[in-house]
T-cell receptor, first 111, second 116 residues
Framework: SQTIHQWPATLVQPVGSPLSLECTVE??????LYWYRQAAGRGLQLLFY??????ISSEVPQNLSASRPQDRQFILSSKKLLLSDSGFYLC??????????FGPGTRLTVL | AQKVTQAQTEISVVEKEDVTLDCVYE???????LFWYKQPPSGELVFLIR??????QNEISGRYSWNFQKSTSSFNFTITASQVVDSAVYFC?????????????FGPGTSLSVIP
């Protein structure tokens, strides 16, 4: 069966510090991968998606970047965090034209 | 443009009551998928159901049932005999085919509180 992992689970970072969140998927190959952000009390915003190694597309301009160095690894990064980057970050995977399966999420607080 | 509306922001029910969560969608595509996800307080989104646009049969899974009506662009979700464990935020979502990936558009969510 497939599983998706995210770490860390929670993170508190000062403004201006770098960020690296990691997501890995097990039990499948060549998945589509996604990063979402959920601000407190609000819906899901798609940040990035990837259909293969090294292939990253951004949905919205922002302070964040994503990379996919391996087939089942998806990394969300920032060089300098902003207060507005606080939120709940969810990684998801899917096969083509199927439902997306989500990881446990990372709760990021930028102070 | 594709859009998902969940008009009910928050719902409170007493345990054992039935509750229906509404979902209305907009799309110009003839082929699309609809989903429901549950987000408990822990935060992880849990997939509940997928429906494609060619299958309007209603579905029942235990205490959960879904009513898909293309004529009204609705995909409503009913929980029968609600339980405290059903307390969560529920998201309805629509999938469109876009280039090489399936973009999922989520509704704003409905927060359900089941009171013991």
């Amino acid at each position: 069966s497939q599983t998706i992992h995210q770490w860390p689970a929670t993170l508190v970072q000062p403004v201006g510090s770098p960020l690296s969140l990691e997501c890995t998927v097990e039990g499948t190959s060549n998945p589509n991968l996604y990063w979402y952000r959920q601000a407190a009390g609000r819906g899901l915003q798609l940040l990035f998606y990837s259909v293969g190694i090294g292939q990253i597309s951004s949905e919205v301009p922002q302070n964040l970047s994503a990379s996919r160095p391996q087939d089942r690894q998806f990394i969300l990064s920032s060089k300098k965090l902003l207060l507005s980057d606080s939120g709940f970050y969810l990684c998801a995977w899917s096969r083509l034209i199927t439902e997306q399966f989500f990881g446990p999420g990372t709760r990021l607080t930028v102070l | 443009a594709q859009k998902v509306t969940q008009a009910q922001t928050e719902i409170s029910v007493v345990e054992k009551e039935d509750v229906t969560l509404d979902c209305v969608y907009e799309t110009r595509d003839t082929t699309y998928y609809l989903f429901w996800y549950k987000q408990p307080p822990s935060g992880e989104l849990v997939f509940l159901i997928r429906r494609n646009s060619f299958d309007e049969q209603n579905e029942i899974s235990g205490r959960y049932s879904w009513n898909f009506q293309k004529s009204t662009s609705s995909f409503n979700f009913t929980i029968t005999a609600s339980q405290v464990v059903d307390s969560a935020v529920y998201f309805c979502a629509l999938s469109e085919w876009k280039t090489s990936y399936d973009k999922v558009i989520f509704g704003p969510g409905t927060s359900l509180s089941v009171i013991p």
